[in-house]
């Protein structure tokens, strides 16, 4: 069978970096496009340079890395280097980039992409705000069917929020942008906090991803080292949620999954809740389904998938 064929929207971010990497140790199953970048964890200067030092610590040059959107659609920009810090991917310490951007926009890339390919062949993985992805559906409506599924990390029901309350970072920082995605018609796959809380870096998973020896694998423990640092503290937990790599294990193992096909809406006008996906989880409404939201995770599987695919870069 041919490798599915992916485009993986980012605001890098260790663990969008760790999403990346899994990405591009999986040819046999996945052919990545291209990356592009929007603004978010960190402002865009820093997530384009972040994509291609990890484009480049793979030694996969060919993957094109696009600049996108630097702000969201109506709102300010929100930010997270409390967590990630300065420049969102903290902790080890890498070479500057030395490959440029591609030329062009991400909006436009992923517009021109998904009208050359054929219908039902391109799935897009977000892992950060949704501001492109939105902002190509807004420009161009015809690629909206043409998008075989779209598989984010975002939300959150039983987790409720990290950023607020109420609502998941990356939702949080465009709701508008994720409003445009869940009333789209393309099929959906969430994979919200509720999972990825579960897919936690203990210490000895991090250990087991560092013996591996590799350039690759001493960067991603160093990442994932200072990823930590703050989750373990907030939450209180053994370990850090690992979150945009389960995108990427989803569609490499989506038997490790479970979740149900529901109603998803968000908030878009209370500022209390601003960024909440309200998960219909217990079908107390009439309204569609129009999205599988993942709710579990086989945690151990998961990081043996990640760790055997880390070896092999």
Known sequence: MAPRKIIIDTDPGQDDAVAILLALASPEELEL?????????????????????????????????????DRPMTRALVTAEHVHGRTGLDGPDLPDPVLPLAPGHAVDHLIDTLRRHPPGTITLCPIGPLTNIATALDRAPDIAPRIKEIVLMGGAY??????????EFNIHVDPQAADIIFKSGVPITVVPLDVTHKALVTRARNDAIRAIGTPVARAVAEMTDFFERYDRTKYGQDGAPLHDPCVIAYLLRPNLFSGRHINVEIETTSELTMGMTVADWWGVTDRPANALFLGDIDADGFFSLLTERLARL
Not at 42 to 69: F, H, M, Q, W
Not at 158 to 167: D, I, R
């Open 158 to 167: 039983f987790a409720v929020g990290n950023v607020t309350p109420a609502a």
């Open 33 to 69: 496009l291209a990356i592009t970048c929007v603004a978010g964890n960190v402002p865009l200067d820093y997530t384009t340079r972040n994509a291609r030092i990890i484009r480049e610590l793979s030694g996969k040059a060919e993957v094109p890395v696009l600049a996108g959107c």
